[in-house]
C-alpha cells in the first residue's frame, strides 16, 4: 500500500474538487476506522494511509507538489522513520526538503529566497493617489505637480537603517541564512527568519532619525504627465515613486488614478463626444447650417436636414476624443431636440394661422398616419 497512488486510496478522479475529496475522505476514514474494525491491522493502516492522502491533497501547495513529483516530493521528509501506513516511499529525493520542492514550483516567493539563500529584500508598498481632471485636459492632456507624503530613503543612514558608523552583524536566530525550518506532521517547512525578516542581518545600533526602518515620511512634489485621450479610471504609473523599501530595499511605483469631472455640455462615450442641441421649429422645417465650438477650440459646422425631428442624431467625423496613445479622433454626435415656441407675437400667430389654413395633411405625415390608424382602429 506504501506506493498507492493518493488519488486512489480516496477513490477520486485527479481533478477533483475540494468538495469532492473531503467527501470521499470521509467516507473512507468512515469505512476503516480502527472503532469499526477492532483488530484489523490492515484496516487501520489503510485509515492511517487515506488521512495522509487527503492531508496532502487538500492543501493546494503539497497537492501541487505531489501532481508534479508523486510520492519522490515527501520521501526526504519521511525518510529513517517511515510514514502512516510503512510510509510513501523510501530513499532520498531529489531535494533537501519539502520547502525546496514548493519553492521550485512556486518560485522564492514560497520559501523565501532562491537556492537556499537570503530572502531579497522587501520592496516598498505600491501608492495610490487620485486626481481630478476636466473634459478639456483629458482632450489636450497637461503636465501637473502633485504634492504628496510618502516615506523616503532616510538622509541620515541613506536608508540603510543603522546609525551611522556602525554596521550590521549576522543575524543570531538563523545565522545569517535569512530562513529557520520548522517541522510540521509529516513535513519540514521553511519560512522566512522572524528575528532578520529573511534579510540574514540585523541592526546593532538603529538610526536615530528613522528608528530603524531606513525611511522617513517626507512631503515631495511630483510632475504627472496626462496624455490626451485619457478616461475615468485611466492608470498611471510612476515608477520608483511609491513607498520607499524598509533597509535599502528597492521603492514601490505610484500609481494615479484619473477621475474626469462632468462636462458642462458634453458627455463622453469612449471617443464619442455626445451633445443635445435644441433648434427653433423653423430651422426644423426649413433646414439650416449650425455651428458648435468643439473642445479643440474649433467651430464645427453641423448641417440641419430640412424636416428633422426631434431625437435624430447627427454625426461630425473626428470631431471627437482623440485616441489615447494612438491616433486619429473620435466623433461629434449632437441630438437634435425641435423646440416649440413659447411666446408668440400677434404678427407670428397671424402667420401660423394662415400656414394652418394652406396645409394639406402631406406636411406632417406622421400625424396624418396615427390619425388615419385612429379612424381605422375605432370606426369613426
Do not use: W
Not at 505531489?66 to 530513499?91: L, V
Not at 529557520?180 to 519540514?188: D, E, K, P, T, W
Not at 430640412?306 to 461630425?316: C, D, F, V, W
Amino acid at each position: 500500500m506504501s506506493e498507492t497512488d493518493f488519488y486512489s486510496l480516496l477513490g477520486v478522479s485527479r481533478d477533483a474538487d475540494a468538495g469532492a475529496l473531503k467527501s470521499a475522505y470521509r467516507k473512507q476514514a468512515m469505512k476503516y476506522h480502527p472503532d469499526r474494525n477492532p483488530g484489523d491491522a490492515d484496516a487501520e493502516a489503510r485509515f492511517k494511509a487515506v488521512g495522509a492522502a487527503y492531508e496532502v491533497l487538500k492543501d493546494p501547495q503539497k497537492r501541487a507538489a505531489y501532481d508534479q513529483y508523486g510520492h519522490e516530493a515527501f520521501t526526504q521528509s519521511m525518510a529513517g522513520g517511515g510514514g502512516p501506513g510503512g510510509g510513501f516511499g523510501g530513499g532520498q529525493g531529489d531535494f533537501s526538503d519539502i520547502g525546496d520542492i514548493f519553492e521550485t514550483i512556486f518560485g522564492s516567493a514560497f520559501g523565501g529566497a532562491g537556492g537556499g539563500g537570503r530572502a531579497r529584500p522587501r520592496r516598498g508598498a505600491d501608492l495610490r493617489y487620485d486626481m481630478q481632471i476636466g473634459l478639456e485636459d483629458a482632450f489636450h492632456g497637461k503636465s501637473t505637480e502633485i504634492e504628496v507624503e510618502i516615506s523616503q530613503a532616510c538622509d541620515v543612514c541613506d536608508g540603510s537603517g543603522a546609525e551611522p558608523g556602525t554596521s550590521t552583524t549576522r543575524c543570531p536566530t538563523c545565522q545569517g541564512h535569512g530562513k529557520v525550518r520548522a517541522q510540521q506532521g509529516l513535513f519540514v517547512i521553511e519560512r522566512a527568519c522572524p528575528t532578520c525578516h529573511g534579510r540574514g542581518e540585523v541592526i546593532e545600533k538603529p538610526c536615530g532619525e528613522c528608528r530603524g526602518e531606513g525611511r522617513v515620511d517626507k512631503e515631495q512634489t511630483l510632475e504627472v504627465e496626462v496624455p490626451p485621450g485619457v478616461d475615468n479610471g485611466t492608470r498611471i504609473r510612476l515608477t520608483g515613486k511609491g513607498e520607499a523599501g524598509p533597509q535599502g530595499a528597492p521603492p514601490g511605483d505610484l500609481y494615479i488614478f484619473l477621475h474626469v469631472k462632468q462636462h458642462a455640455v458634453f458627455e463622453r462615450e469612449g471617443t464619442a463626444l455626445f451633445t443635445r442641441v435644441p433648434v427653433s421649429f423653423t430651422t426644423a422645417a426649413l433646414g439650416e447650417t449650425i455651428e458648435i465650438p468643439g473642445l479643440d477650440g474649433d467651430v464645427h459646422a453641423i448641417d440641419i436636414p430640412s424636416g428633422i425631428q426631434s431625437g435624430r442624431q447627427l454625426r461630425k467625423r473626428g470631431a471627437g476624443m482623440p485616441v489615447l496613445q494612438g491616433r486619429g479622433r473620435g466623433d461629434l454626435v449632437i441630438e437634435v431636440m425641435v423646440e416649440t415656441p413659447t411666446k408668440l407675437s400677434g404678427r407670428q400667430k397671424e402667420l401660423l394661422r394662415e400656414f394652418r389654413e394652406t396645409e394639406t395633411g402631406e406636411e406632417c405625415p406622421e400625424s396624418r398616419g396615427f390619425f388615419d390608424r385612429m379612424k381605422d382602429a375605432f370606426g369613426s
